[in-house]
């Protein structure tokens, strides 16, 4: 048996089942537990652990940086500048919008990301 999402080969025992589709542990917890953006809990958490001089992770530091300096990008802008895919993007992007670092908007009809204190 393999996993839908990476191929990986898997036994009966280490498969799960999500949306109709058979995969392994990783792939499993990659979907069920995917960060999202607008979460309030979150957002109130990271701002406590802020204050404690939390550290941005090496991917979510360089995503920042390439928003200030270009931004607001779209995501496939992003994905291609820093060579990383859509799905870590998002994971990662959802820890900047919770410290309130960086936001989503939309210009032109396009969904963008920007720091979070710019305007639009």
């Known amino acids: ?9 898997i036994t009966l ?3 799960y089942e999500h949306s109709g589709k058979t ?3 990783d792939c499993y917890l ?8 607008c979460d309030p809990w979150a957002v109130y958490s990271a701002k406590k652990t802020m204050s404690l001089g939390t550290q941005l992770t090496e991917e979510q530091q360089k995503i920042l ?11 496939e802008q992003i994905c291609a500048d ?4 859509e799905e870590d993007f998002r994971s990662n992007f959802a820890t900047l919008r919770h410290m309130e670092l ?4 939309k210009l032109e009809g396009q969904v963008c990301y920007a720091l979070f204190d710019e305007k639009e």
């Open 1 to 9: 048996m393999k996993c839908e999402k990476c191929k990986s080969d």
């Open 13 to 15: 025992d280490e498969s």
């Open 23 to 25: 995969l392994c542990e």
């Open 30 to 37: 990659d979907v069920v537990a995917t960060p999202k953006t």
């Open 65 to 75: 940086d390439l928003i200030k300096a270009k931004g607001p990008l779209k995501l």
């Open 82 to 85: 820093l060579n990383i895919s």
């Open 102 to 105: 960086a936001k989503g908007c």
